[in-house]
Nanobody, 119 residues
Framework: QVQLVESGGGLVQPGGSLRLSCAAS????????MGWYRQAPGKQRDLVAR???????KYADSVKGRFTISRDNGKNTVYLQMNSLKPEDTAIYSC?????????????WGKGTLVTVSL
């Protein structure tokens, strides 16, 4: 059984920073791309950032220049450094990973962590 567990969410003032982490655990062969998505109240879940196993990154336009995604393959962990946070960044942030087990890859999701940007 593969699990993704996020941490690092919380309340931060506008202009502040937070660092999210997502660690994969369980029995698997390897992890392909990993990413962060977010869902604000009443809105659909959208991609925030993704990173391939080789380190290639992709960002939503709304976070370019403010957020940085990275991963530690040895720790099976993906990070999201969020700087210059805005109230519109408030959302539940969920981790996603393409995990290879038994010869094929499946998408796994974490339960999410709440980020609130407010005075």
């Amino acid at each position: 059984q593969v699990q993704l567990v996020e941490s690092g969410g919380g309340l931060v003032q506008p202009g502040g920073s937070l660092r999210l982490s997502c660690a994969a655990s369980g029995s698997f062969f390897s992890i392909n791309a990993m990413g962060w998505y977010r869902q604000a109240p009443g809105k659909q879940r959208d991609l925030v950032a993704r990173i391939s196993s080789g380190g290639r990154t992709k960002y939503a336009d709304s976070v370019k220049g403010r957020f940085t995604i990275s991963r530690d393959n040895g720790k099976n962990t993906v990070y999201l450094q969020m700087n210059s946070l805005k109230p519109e960044d408030t959302a539940i942030y969920s981790c996603n990973a393409g995990v290879v087990t038994g010869g094929y890859a499946m998408d796994y999701w974490g339960k999410g962590t709440l980020v609130t940007v407010s005075l």
